[in-house]
């Protein structure tokens, strides 16, 4: 069974600060792996996609890739308290279906 | 724009009855998928619909089942439910073309109760 890990929180970070999301896969072969918000009682919202090692950079947000340790980080720059919410990693399997860590639950102190 | 609709929001259910939860997919996205999510974990695949058959399947048992539209809406249907089966149900629909898109746009979900 291919896992996807991640730290389930919660991680408190300070308003202004980075936060720093990390994420786990088991499957060498896997090629690309996204990032989901999901605010409490709602549901998931892609914010970045990544399939290059090394870093995509979108607004204040970062992914960044590493093939040959098998993990894949989210930076927030400048967090918000908006941003306080549940951290999801998403990397396909097979043809149909993303394997999903369990989310690591972000709280951004004011 | 229409964005991807759920119904029922919320509903309660009792031990052994049966379920039918809707979905309606974004404009212009042919695949639909459902996932359940329990309370604390990650989304779990159930299976996905592409050209109205089931092209892909999670490890749920066959009391879950569905149907996708000529239209790309979809139902997923739940028989003899179970308390297990207490979650979020998400639907998600995509451009995938009935393969692997990890671009899924969600609906708000429908919260089942079981008792």
């Known amino acids: 069974q291919k896992e996807v890990e991640q730290n389930s929180g919660p991680l408190s970070v300070p308003e202004g600060a980075i936060a720093s999301l990390n994420c786990t896969y088991s499957?060498?072969?896997?090629?690309?792996f996204f990032w989901y918000r999901q605010y409490s009682g709602k549901s998931p919202e892609l914010i970045m996609s990544i399939y290059s090692n090394g870093d995509k950079e979108d607004g204040r947000f970062t992914a960044q890739l590493n093939k040959a340790s098998q993990y894949v980080s989210l930076l927030i720059r400048d967090s918000q308290p908006s941003d306080s919410a549940t951290y999801l990693c998403a990397v396909p399997d097979s043809n149909y279906q993303l394997i999903w860590g369990a989310g690591t639950k972000l709280i951004i102190k004011p | 724009e229409t964005g991807v609709t759920q119904s029922p929001t919320h509903l309660i259910k009792t031990r052994g009855q049966q379920v039918t939860l809707r979905c309606s997919s974004q404009s212009g996205h042919n695949t639909v998928s459902w996932y359940q999510q329990a309370l604390g974990q990650g989304p779990q695949f159930i299976f996905q619909?592409?050209?109205?058959?089931?092209?892909g399947r999670g490890n749920f048992p066959p009391r879950f089942s569905g149907l996708q539209f000529p239209n790309y809406s979809s139902e997923l249907n739940v028989n003899a439910l179970e308390l297990d089966d207490s979650a979020l149900y998400l639907c998600a629909s995509s451009q995938g073309g009935g393969q692997i898109t990890g671009e899924l746009f969600f609906g708000e979900g429908s919260r089942l109760t079981v008792l």
């Open positions: 619909y592409y050209r109205e058959e089931e092209n």
């Open positions: 499957d060498r072969g896997s090629q690309s």
